[in-house]
């Protein structure tokens, strides 16, 4: 008995001692100018905290729409040019295909022959593209309705895990990002020491596309007086003076036709040439590569513009083909605007443009207020609970109190060890488990006193006592705790903070009311030996 109990109570001040070696960092961080550990903690103990929520912490709280219908043009584009690429291995020759600023792609027949074979390979090869309007030399085409529905949510959900990719690659910790309808994100991004740096990391779309410059007889200063040729626009190139810091933009003249997207792009990273300059070179993946390698074959000679959000950033001749997958983008920015751009495309092109639609920015000082109204209700709260138990329990009370106040760094350190963001919700949820914790040494003791007035020794009554009361504790906390893993699985942000809370509190009071009060009343009764529990 005597070496059981003793290894009962080295568990016992061990989970203890564990919960406060990780829930001190937070104190740390908290109470300290800097935030910093000492570092002798950093180097051998957890540094680990408890991270505060927007509520609490402040931050920025952002709404973003992502623009649909571009990216459906975009894709149509390609499709466009996978049309070209299929009729050219097919023989099929003479065959315009335009495009524009709609989904529609018009095919232009100069052999009337050729349609039969044409409408065989678009059936075979483009399932998803329906005919719209049909003459004797030209055909309409446009996405099937089920693959306009199937693109725009992919798109939308590309979007998503995009955005939350750069925000994790960013550092902010415990973001809350979630869809909002079909075509809008929201975004709150809590403790952050530099918002506009991350709306601009955010809110840069990285649409990269590859466009042919124009070859006609217009040149970009004409179209800018008089307006572009059909199925062209106007691109600039912005160049930085590197003695001047003079900032100029070059106009080019790019057709509308996007030969390819970044969709395929697996990597890219910034570094610099062999005269200082700034490059972000960029790596495709395997489908990626054969196409980059079929337009650089096709058009040899000519300038293919990399286009980033509408901006062009190098415009270099094709030699020859290049095979392998690999582009670079040379550009007159600084090596942080290279590693912020390479940081964008490495994360992932957004398949379409987005905009802010809405910003706000939370202050601290709410968070601060937040913070001292919620421990004060939970001071209060402890308090009165405390007082209850030893007037109703008597000394069997304080044991309950002491079991209810080494809930707190268990469960802070539970929290700091998971990483977990602390909201106002989830300090509701610490005040909860207050009244949580003291139910099971309710139930407890009413089943100890109901022993006591049977007739039972002390020892008697309290083995009753636990065992009697343990599978009711048991049964009560778990539907609890289903419910709050049902909050946490399909609730958002602050809703799962509070549900990670209350679960983490749940097991810490049944370990604290079951174990931690059972050990005590073993140790009191086995030293003292009392004739009379005090209950």
């Given amino acids: 008995m005597e070496r059981n109990l003793t290894a009962r109570g080295l568990i016992l001040a061990l989970v203890l001692l564990i919960g406060l070696t990780y829930f001190l960092p937070t104190v740390f961080r908290l109470g300290s100018a800097d935030g910093q550990l000492p570092a002798f903690w950093q180097k051998f103990l957890p540094s680990k905290s408890i991270n505060l929520g927007l509520d609490l912490k402040g931050g920025i709280y952002l ?94 959900r590309q979007a998503l895990e995009t955005i939350r990719n750069r925000v994790d690659m960013f550092g902010v910790a415990e973001p809350d990002i979630r869809p909002q309808g079909e075509d809008r994100i929201v975004i709150q991004l809590p403790g952050l020491s530099n918002p506009k740096e991350a709306v601009a990391l955010i809110g840069k779309t990285a649409v990269l596309e590859f466009k042919l410059v124009d070859n006609g007889p217009v040149s970009p200063e ?78 040899v000679n000519r300038q293919l513009a990399i286009v980033l959000d509408e901006q062009v950033y190098s415009a270099p001749f094709i030699r020859k083909r290049i095979p392998g997958g690999q582009a670079m983008i040379e550009g007159s920015f600084t090596f942080e605007e290279g ?51 030893i007037v109703y329990y008597s000394w069997s009370g304080v044991v309950a109190d002491l079991a209810l106040i080494f809930n707190f760094p268990i469960i802070l350190g539970a929290l700091a060890a998971f990483g977990a963001t602390l909201t106002l919700p989830g300090i509701f949820g610490l005040v909860l488990t207050l009244a949580m914790a003291v139910d099971a040494n309710v139930l407890i003791f009413e089943r100890i006193r109901e022993e006591i007035r049977a007739g039972k020794s002390p020892n008697g009554a309290v083995n009753g006592g636990f065992n009697r009361a343990f599978w009711t504790i048991f049964d009560s906390n778990l539907t609890t705790v289903i419910a709050a893993m049902v909050l946490y699985q399909f609730g958002t942000g602050p809703i799962r903070g509070f549900a990670v809370t209350l679960i983490i509190g749940i097991i810490s009071s049944m370990f604290t009311a079951i174990y931690g009060s059972r050990f005590v009343f073993d140790f009191v009764l086995k030293h003292w030996r009392i004739k009379r529990i005090s209950i």
């Fill in 63 to 156: 709404v973003m729409e992502v623009d649909l219908q571009a990216a459906l043009i975009a894709n149509t584009h390609v499709r466009a040019e996978e049309i070209r690429r299929e009729m050219a291995e097919a023989g099929l020759t003479g065959i315009q295909v335009v495009t524009g600023e709609s989904l529609e792609i018009a095919l232009n027949l100069a052999d009337l022959s050729k349609m039969a074979p044409l409408e065989e390979m678009l059936n075979k090869q483009f399932p998803n593209l329906r005919v719209t309007a049909r003459t004797d030399q030209s055909l309409a085409l446009t996405m099937t309705d089920e693959e306009r529905s199937y693109l725009t949510g992919m798109i939308s």
């Fill in 339 to 389: 590693q912020v751009l390479a940081v964008a495309l490495r994360a992932g092109a957004l398949p379409a443009p987005v905009r802010v639609l809405e910003e706000r920015t939370v202050g601290p000082s709410l968070g601060q207020d937040s913070i001292y109204q919620g421990v004060r209700a939970g001071l209060v709260g402890l308090s009165l609970v405390l007082i209850f138990m």
């Fill in 222 to 299: 004409e179209a800018i007086r008089n307006g572009p040729p059909p199925r062209t626009a106007v691109y600039y190139e912005r160049k930085i003076d590197p003695v001047t810091k003079a900032e100029t933009r070059v106009p080019y003249l790019l057709q509308k036709q996007t030969l390819m997207t970044g969709n395929s792009l697996v990597d890219a990273r910034v570094r610099r040439g062999d005269l200082g300059d700034i490059q972000v070179t960029m790596t495709f993946d395997s489908r990626g590569a054969r196409e980059f390698e079929d337009i650089t074959g096709r058009y």
